[in-house]
C-alpha cells in the first residue's frame, strides 16, 4: 500500500460465530466479503433443506385436505409457527400472524387496526430514523384518514430525541410506530423507555418495526410490552417472502380482516361471511408454508448460536470496525457509540460518493450498500442523499473488516491520485 | 458482483483519469439564470439528483448547465455533456445522444470530435449498475429540450 502509515494495522483477530462452512454461497466464494447483511442475510444448509424437505416430504395445502399430507403439511406449518414465536418470546403463538415480511406486516396492521381506530385529527407519530416501511403506510394512513403525522426527530448522533418523542404525545396520539433498531445507521432504541413514556401520556397503541431488531438481538415480546411486533425472516437467515406480525390479542379483536379469501372464513353465505379466528383471520390465501418452515430452521439455527453471542460477536466485530474506520483520515462514521447500535456502520469519505465506494469495494470483494437505505427521511436530516454501509452478522469475522478497511484505503488513494 | 469476478483494468477504464477530472472539476456547473428548459432529473437507486438547464436561441444549444449531486460518473458525464453540447443544433444533440447510449452499451461509436472525453464514458459499460449514474444528465438534457426540441421542456422525474 502506497499510504501505509508507519504503524502498520493490525489484522482483525474475530472468528465468525457461525462456520462459513454452513452456509453455502459464502463457502462456494471464499474471498468474497459480505457485509450486506442488513439488506439480507445468507443462509444455512439447514434452512435449504429444511424447504427442500417439506417440498419433498409434505407438500401439500395445510387445512384443506381431508388426508394425511395435507395434515402433514398442516402440522408442519403449525410447528413453525409455534417454533418461531418462542424465539421471539410469545407465549400465546396463534398471536403470530405470517407475512410476507415487515412491509406487509405494516400495511396489515395500518389497514386492519388503523383503518377503523384513527379518526380525522387524530395524531400518528412515527421517527426520522424509519426505513419506507415503517413510515409509507403510517403516511398513508394519515392521509387517507385525515389524521396528523408527527415526525420525532433526532438527536445529533441519530438516535430518536426522546424529548422531542415526549412533547409530540398527546390524548390523540392513535399509534406510535418506531423500529427497534435503525437499518440505516443502527441506532437501538430504547424501547423500555418509550413504551413508558407512550403509556403515561397517551392512549396511542405501539408498533415495534423489528426488521433490524430480531435478526440481531435476543427479542421477547411479552416483556417488551408493545401491541405489535413486526419483523422479516430473511434478514434472519430465513428465505425471502416470509416474515410475520406478533400482536396483543386484544388489539387483534379489535381489528378488521384487511385481505378476503380462503383460510380466513368461517363461513361464506351468498351475501355476507362470518370469519375464522386467530391466527387464520389475517392469513387469506394458501399459506407460504415451506418458507415459514424455512424460517423455523433459521430460528433454530440462531437458537442454537445463541442469541446473546450474537449480539456479543456483532459489538466486538463493531468496535473493531469502529476503531479501524476512525484511523482512516476524513473518513466520517454516522451514528451513535458502538454499545448504542446493531451491526451496522454507516460512513462516508470526503470527495468519494458511495456509489463510487461501492463499486471500488466490489472490485476487492467487499460488499457494502451505497445509497439511501430506503430510509430517504433521515438521509435528508443528514444533510446527504447517500451513505456507505457496512453490516455484519454470524458468519462476518475479523478478515472482513480487514478487507474492508483495506478496499476503502484503495478507493481513498484512487480519489486522491492527481492526474497529469 | 459476485459471479465473475471483474479485473482491475476494468475499474481502471472507469475511473480514468478524465472521469476523476470532469468529477473533481466540472464544467457547466450552475443552471443558467435565462434557461429555457430545464429538468430534474433522480436516480432513485442512490437518491443522486441532477438540474439540467439549457437556453436555445435559433435551434441553437446557447448555453446549457447542471447543478446538484451525484457520483463521479454522473458528474463527469454532465460536464462532458455541457462541453459536448454548447454551441450545438438541436439535431446535433440528439445524434450525440444516441451516439452516447452507443458508448454505454459497449460499442464502437464515432462523431465524438465536440467532446473526445466523451470516450471515456466507455468504460461504464462493464458496470450496469452505474450506466443510469452515466445517462441522467443526457435524460435530462432530452428533458430539458423537451419532445419537439425547441428547448422549452420541464420535467422533474425519475429515471
Redesign the interface.
Known amino acids: 500500500m502506497s499510504n501505509a502509515t508507519t504503524m502498520a494495522p493490525q489484522p482483525v483477530s474475530l472468528a465468525p460465530l457461525a462456520p462459513r462452512a454452513d452456509f453455502p454461497l459464502l463457502a462456494a466464494?471464499p474471498s468474497?466479503h459480505y457485509l450486506d447483511s442488513a439488506a439480507t442475510s445468507q443462509k444455512p444448509q439447514a434452512v435449504l433443506d429444511a424447504i427442500t424437505g417439506f417440498y419433498s416430504s409434505a407438500n401439500a395445502n395445510p387445512h384443506r385436505g381431508a388426508y394425511e399430507l395435507s395434515a402433514k403439511a398442516t402440522d408442519a406449518y403449525h410447528d413453525a409457527r409455534v417454533t418461531i414465536a418462542r424465539f421471539l418470546g410469545v407465549a400465546d403463538t396463534d398471536t403470530l400472524v405470517f407475512t410476507r415480511g415487515t412491509t406487509e406486516s405494516m400495511n396489515l396492521v395500518a389497514n386492519a387496526w388503523g383503518r377503523t381506530h384513527v379518526q380525522p385529527g387524530d395524531e400518528i407519530v412515527i421517527t426520522a430514523l424509519e426505513h419506507h416501511a415503517n413510515f409509507v403506510p403510517w403516511q398513508q394512513l394519515a392521509l387517507a384518514q385525515g389524521a396528523h403525522l408527527r415526525i420525532v426527530e433526532l438527536t445529533s448522533d441519530q438516535r430518536i430525541d426522546l424529548d422531542h418523542l415526549q412533547s409530540l404525545l398527546t390524548p390523540r396520539t392513535r399509534v406510535v410506530a418506531i423500529t427497534q433498531v435503525s437499518n440505516a445507521v443502527g441506532s437501538i432504541t430504547p424501547v423500555a423507555e418509550v413504551v413508558r413514556m407512550v403509556r403515561e401520556m397517551s392512549p396511542a397503541i405501539i408498533v415495534l418495526d423489528g426488521a433490524q431488531g430480531a435478526p440481531h438481538l435476543p427479542v421477547e415480546f411479552d416483556a417488551l410490552g408493545v401491541d405489535f411486533y413486526a419483523f422479516s425472516g430473511h434478514k434472519l437467515l430465513g428465505p425471502m417472502g416470509i416474515g410475520g406480525v406478533i400482536g396483543a390479542r386484544a388489539r387483534w379483536l379489535e381489528c378488521e380482516p384487511w385481505q378476503f379469501g380462503g383460510d380466513m372464513i368461517e363461513w361464506v353465505n351468498d351475501h355476507d361471511s362470518t370469519w375464522n379466528t386467530l391466527p387464520h383471520k389475517f392469513e387469506a390465501g394458501t399459506p407460504n408454508a415451506a418458507d415459514a418452515v424455512g424460517l423455523a430452521a433459521a430460528v433454530r439455527y440462531l437458537q442454537q448460536l445463541d442469541m446473546t453471542a450474537v449480539r456479543a460477536h456483532e459489538l466486538a466485530l463493531l468496535e473493531a470496525a469502529h476503531a479501524r474506520l476512525s484511523d482512516i483520515e476524513g473518513l466520517h462514521i454516522y451514528g451513535p457509540p458502538a454499545q448504542q447500535r446493531s451491526g451496522v456502520i454507516s460512513f462516508s469519505l470526503p470527495?468519494v460518493?458511495?456509489?463510487?465506494l461501492a463499486?471500488?469495494l466490489?472490485?476487492h470483494?467487499v460488499?457494502i450498500r451505497?445509497?439511501?437505505h430506503c430510509a430517504?427521511p433521515l438521509?435528508r436530516r443528514l444533510g446527504t442523499?447517500?451513505t456507505a454501509r457496512a453490516s455484519f452478522y454470524v458468519y462476518s469475522d475479523g478478515s472482513d473488516v480487514d478487507a474492508l478497511v483495506y478496499a476503502l484505503t484503495e478507493a481513498q488513494r484512487?480519489?486522491a491520485?492527481t492526474?497529469? | 458482483m459476485t459471479g465473475e469476478r471483474r479485473d482491475s483494468a476494468m475499474l481502471s477504464a472507469m475511473y480514468q483519469d478524465v472521469i476523476l477530472q470532469h468529477y473533481r472539476a466540472p464544467h457547466g456547473r450552475g443552471v443558467p439564470d435565462d434557461c429555457t428548459g430545464e429538468a430534474m432529473r433522480k436516480n432513485p437507486l442512490c437518491g443522486d439528483e441532477l438540474r439540467i438547464g439549457v437556453v436555445v436561441r435559433d435551434g441553437v444549444i446557447a448555453d446549457v448547465g447542471f447543478d446538484g449531486r451525484g457520483c463521479s460518473v454522473a458528474v463527469a458525464s454532465a460536464s462532458m455533456m455541457t462541453d459536448a453540447v454548447r454551441g450545438a443544433t438541436v439535431g446535433e444533440v440528439r445524434g450525440l445522444m444516441e451516439r452516447v447510449d452507443g458508448l454505454l452499451r459497449g460499442e464502437m461509436v464515432s462523431g465524438l470530435a465536440r467532446c473526445p472525453d466523451l470516450l471515456a464514458l466507455s468504460g461504464v459499460a462493464a458496470y450496469p449498475q452505474r450506466v443510469g449514474c452515466a445517462r441522467l444528465a443526457w435524460v435530462g438534457l432530452g428533458e430539458a429540450l423537451g419532445a419537439d426540441g425547441l428547448g422549452d421542456g420541464s420535467r422533474g422525474a425519475a429515471i
Request: proline fraction near 8%.
Open positions: 466464494q468474497l470527495d460518493h458511495p456509489h463510487d463499486t471500488i466490489d472490485q470483494g460488499c451505497a445509497g439511501h430517504q438521509m442523499n447517500s484512487m480519489f491520485h492526474p497529469e
